[in-house]
């Protein structure tokens, strides 16, 4: 038995890894890492109660308050959503309205990437999502007319993790249910950073095409006016739908459940419009959903239950006042943190890595000064990170199944984009009113 | 031993079907609770509440399919060092382990929707309705997984 928070802190981390690294599911590891804090802990419970009944008493409370929820219930829907839009023609679309105006930018089509995942990002709540639909396609057409190989790929694997970052985003929907933080204004507040990263990955790649030419192809198509407005009505779709999903949660009619529902019927709506709806397709994207959301709400709900079980034992407290008292300035701190996101982000996938750290890192940061809606961006950030982080990526993976490059191609391609992202994070932790300026502005 | 495994995924796979079916039929509910609310400005009123009962089955219904799809993630990053004799080994120890959390939490589930019945437990909002109804889906999807996960142990030994 051990009565120390502090040491069944320690004891609890190596018996998760244990768990994690034996290859045991993650949900699991993490209800069994629950269970075993209860046992090994001194709880001074009365004679009378059990603690097997105890914690099967949490455990099945915990299962039944994280799914029965109203907000969590907008993440099955964007995520069917995104596998809707993924079996319909969007992404030639996307490509087709795109292409006339990137002609005259220096390193043109090379921006393909970061446009599309732009726009596709701001209909789709997951990195996988975007990076699997735009690169379906952009990856393709780049090699076909001779544009850099090494510049397709990063940009791709950068710009994907936009899926994040732009509202709707699946991982905004966790965090703000796990810290209560309003949904809609995390939603609003990834606007402006999602913006200037795109923003940043277009420079770096004007700037990569200005010195070192040889990156783009050297015949040069040219457009004129009319083909370009002509051009204007393939990205008409995906304008409209973005309105009507992120219009009303910024005009606040909407909730972002209401939203993630118009936003399914807008899918289909298109996908009937395009003629690629068919039952056969409808029923593949449905079971693919079902799929996705199941694997993820299994880690939220157990993670549900490791979390009561960390409050109940005091090992939150307990942390979070010892970190406290090494008396660390701020930004010592969010750097601490930051390392350490990174570090696990090479381990394991983002939602994991945030519905594990949240309930003993969300005190310690806001006791340190930090507003729970700019931690909240900060922790898409660490995610968007750890997707692009071998040797576990979950972006690297896509693009590895899209364009049969091997892996350490694929990282190092990414790596200028890995260090724009880190860059970012820097700005945005030194100018915390990049994140907070438009949820200020919000009715 | 190779129909078991047949009939075990036969089920899990009706479990997707309906987990989607509450998917589908949560998409409909707010579509109808926005058009009533902006065209007609009336209200079903339990639009939230339905689609977040729902939503539980969409979750626990899915579970077992999602498993025999090999969908939920694990860290393979050291047992992949492993031989072949070492990963099964390994993979049935994690199955097991798995099986029983899923057992124990199938026990207590069934005795929190049981006396949430027996209590009489009713939600606490206009419609009233009994908090068993929603939660009974949850023992229900506990033993799909739980078969799905004895198939996988199953499938493994033969």
Same mark, same amino acid.
């Given at each position: 038995?051990?009565?120390?928070?502090?040491?069944?802190?320690?004891?609890?981390?190596?018996?998760?890894?244990?768990?994690?690294?034996?290859?045991?599911?993650?949900?699991?590891?993490?209800?069994?890492?629950?269970?075993?804090?209860?046992?090994?802990?001194?709880?001074?419970? /009365?004679?009378?109660?059990?603690?097997?009944?105890?914690?099967?008493?949490?455990?099945?409370?915990?299962?039944?308050?994280?799914?029965?929820?109203?907000?969590?219930?907008?993440?099955?829907?964007?995520?069917?959503?995104?596998?809707?839009?993924?079996?319909?023609?969007?992404?030639?679309?996307?490509?087709?309205?795109?292409?006339?105006?990137?002609?005259?930018?220096?390193?043109?089509?090379?921006?393909?990437?970061?446009?599309?995942?732009?726009?596709?990002?701001?209909?789709?709540?997951?990195?996988?999502?975007?990076?699997?639909?735009?690169?379906?396609?952009?990856?393709?057409?780049?090699?076909?007319?001779?544009?850099?190989?090494?510049?397709?790929?990063?940009?791709?694997?950068?710009?994907?993790?936009?899926?994040?970052?732009?509202?709707?985003?699946?991982?905004?929907?966790?965090?703000?249910?796990?810290?209560?933080?309003?949904?809609?204004?995390?939603?609003?507040?990834?606007?402006? /950073?999602?913006?200037?990263?795109?923003?940043?990955?277009?420079?770096?790649?004007?700037?990569?095409?200005?010195?070192?030419?040889?990156?783009?192809?050297?015949?040069?198509?040219?457009?004129?006016?009319?083909?370009?407005?002509?051009?204007?009505?393939?990205?008409?779709?995906?304008?409209?739908?973005?309105?009507?999903?992120?219009?009303?949660?910024?005009?606040?009619?909407?909730? $972002?459940?209401?939203?993630?529902?118009?936003?399914?019927?807008?899918?289909?709506?298109?996908?009937?419009?395009?003629?690629?709806?068919?039952?056969?397709?409808?029923?593949?994207?449905?079971?693919?959903?079902?799929?996705?959301?199941?694997?993820?709400?299994?880690?939220?709900?157990?993670?549900?239950?490791?979390?009561?079980?960390?409050?109940?034992?005091?090992?939150?407290?307990?942390?979070?006042?010892?970190?406290?008292?090494?008396?660390?300035?701020?930004?010592?701190?969010?750097?601490?943190?930051?390392?350490?996101?990174?570090?696990?982000?090479?381990?394991?996938?983002?939602?994991?890595?945030?519905?594990?750290?949240?309930?003993?890192?969300?005190?310690?940061?806001?006791?340190?000064?930090?507003?729970?809606?700019?931690?909240?961006?900060?922790?898409?950030?660490?995610?968007?990170?750890?997707?692009?982080?071998?040797?576990?990526?979950?972006?690297?993976?896509?693009?590895?199944?899209?364009?049969?490059?091997?892996?350490?191609?694929?990282?190092?391609?990414?790596?200028?984009?890995?260090?724009?992202?880190?860059?970012?994070?820097?700005?945005?932790?030194?100018?915390?009113?990049?994140?907070?300026?438009?949820?200020?502005?919000?009715? | 031993?190779?129909?078991?495994?047949?009939?075990?995924?036969?089920?899990?796979?009706?479990?997707?079907?309906?987990?989607?079916?509450?998917?589908?039929?949560?998409?409909?509910?707010?579509?109808?609770?926005?058009?009533?609310?902006?065209?007609?400005?009336?209200?079903?009123?339990?639009?939230?509440?339905?689609?977040?009962?729902?939503?539980?089955?969409?979750?626990?219904?899915?579970?077992?399919?999602?498993?025999?799809?090999?969908?939920?993630?694990?860290?393979?990053?050291?047992?992949?060092?492993?031989?072949?004799?070492?990963?099964?080994?390994?993979?049935?120890?994690?199955?097991?382990?798995?099986?029983?959390?899923?057992?124990?939490?199938?026990?207590?589930?069934?005795?929190?929707?049981?006396?949430?019945?027996?209590?009489?437990?009713?939600?606490?909002?206009?419609?009233?309705?009994?908090?068993?109804?929603?939660?009974?889906?949850? $023992?229900?999807?506990?033993?799909?997984?739980?078969?799905?996960?004895?198939?996988?142990?199953?499938?493994?030994?033969?």
């Amino acid at each position: 038995m051990i009565s120390d928070p502090l040491v069944m802190s320690l004891v609890l981390f190596s018996f998760m890894f244990l768990c994690l690294f034996s290859s045991l599911w993650i949900g699991f590891s993490l209800m069994a890492t629950g269970i075993f804090s209860m046992l090994v802990f001194d709880l001074n419970l /009365p004679p009378v109660i059990s603690v097997w009944d105890k914690i099967g008493g949490l455990l099945a409370n915990s299962i039944y308050n994280s799914t029965n929820s109203w907000s969590l219930t907008a993440l099955p829907l964007f995520i069917l959503m995104g596998e809707i839009l993924y079996r319909t023609a969007i992404s030639t679309k996307l490509l087709n309205g795109l292409l006339p105006w990137l002609s005259k930018i220096p390193g043109r089509l090379l921006h393909i990437n970061v446009f599309a995942c732009s726009l596709f990002a701001a209909v789709s709540g997951s990195s996988a999502a975007t990076t699997a639909t735009v690169g379906k396609i952009t990856l393709d057409e780049l090699s076909k007319r001779g544009y850099s190989r090494n510049l397709a790929l990063g940009s791709l694997a950068g710009a994907g993790t936009l899926g994040f970052l732009i509202p709707p985003s699946l991982i905004m929907i966790i965090y703000g249910i796990l810290s209560d933080t309003s949904i809609g204004k995390l939603f609003i507040a990834g606007v402006i /950073p999602g913006l200037m990263l795109a923003g940043a990955y277009s420079l770096y790649i004007i700037i990569a095409a200005v010195i070192r030419p040889g990156v783009i192809p050297k015949d040069s198509e040219s457009y004129t006016m009319g083909q370009r407005m002509r051009a204007l009505k393939d990205l008409v779709p995906i304008l409209g739908l973005i309105f009507a999903v992120l219009g009303g949660i910024y005009m606040g009619v909407t909730t $972002p459940t209401e939203a993630a529902a118009i936003g399914v019927i807008g899918a289909l709506i298109l996908a009937i419009a395009f003629r690629n709806l068919t039952w056969e397709i409808f029923k593949e994207a449905l079971i693919n959903a079902v799929k996705t959301n199941c694997m993820i709400c299994f880690i939220i709900l157990a993670a549900a239950f490791l979390s009561q079980i960390v409050g109940f034992v005091g090992i939150a407290r307990a942390v979070s006042e010892y970190i406290a008292s090494l008396g660390l300035s701020p930004y010592v701190l969010i750097l601490v943190v930051g390392l350490m996101y990174v570090l696990l982000g090479m381990m394991l996938d983002g939602i994991s890595i945030v519905v594990m750290t949240l309930p003993i890192v969300l005190p310690i940061v806001t006791a340190a000064g930090f507003e729970p809606l700019w931690f909240g961006i900060f922790l898409v950030f660490m995610v968007e990170l750890s997707q692009i982080t071998p040797p576990v990526g979950f972006s690297i993976f896509v693009i590895q199944g899209i364009s049969d490059e091997k892996v350490s191609t694929i990282l190092k391609a990414t790596l200028p984009f890995f260090i724009i992202m880190v860059i970012m994070v820097i700005l945005v932790t030194m100018f915390p009113e990049i994140v907070s300026y438009l949820p200020e502005k919000m009715v | 031993m190779k129909k078991a495994v047949k009939i075990i995924e036969g089920l899990s796979l009706g479990g997707a079907y309906l987990s989607a079916i509450f998917m589908v039929l949560i998409v409909v509910f707010i579509a109808v609770e926005i058009v009533l609310r902006s065209v007609f400005n009336a209200s079903t009123l339990i639009a939230d509440e339905y689609s977040a009962y729902f939503f539980v089955g969409v979750v626990v219904l899915g579970l077992g399919f999602t498993l025999m799809d090999e969908a939920h993630i694990r860290i393979t990053l050291l047992t992949s060092l492993l031989g072949e004799k070492g990963k099964t080994f390994l993979d049935i120890v994690a199955t097991v382990v798995a099986m029983a959390i899923t057992s124990f939490a199938l026990y207590h589930t069934t005795i929190m929707v049981f006396e949430s019945w027996q209590l009489g437990m009713q939600a606490d909002s206009i419609s009233e309705t009994p908090i068993y109804l929603s939660q009974v889906v949850i $023992p229900l999807g506990l033993a799909m997984l739980d078969l799905q996960l004895l198939a996988r142990i199953l499938k493994r030994l033969s």
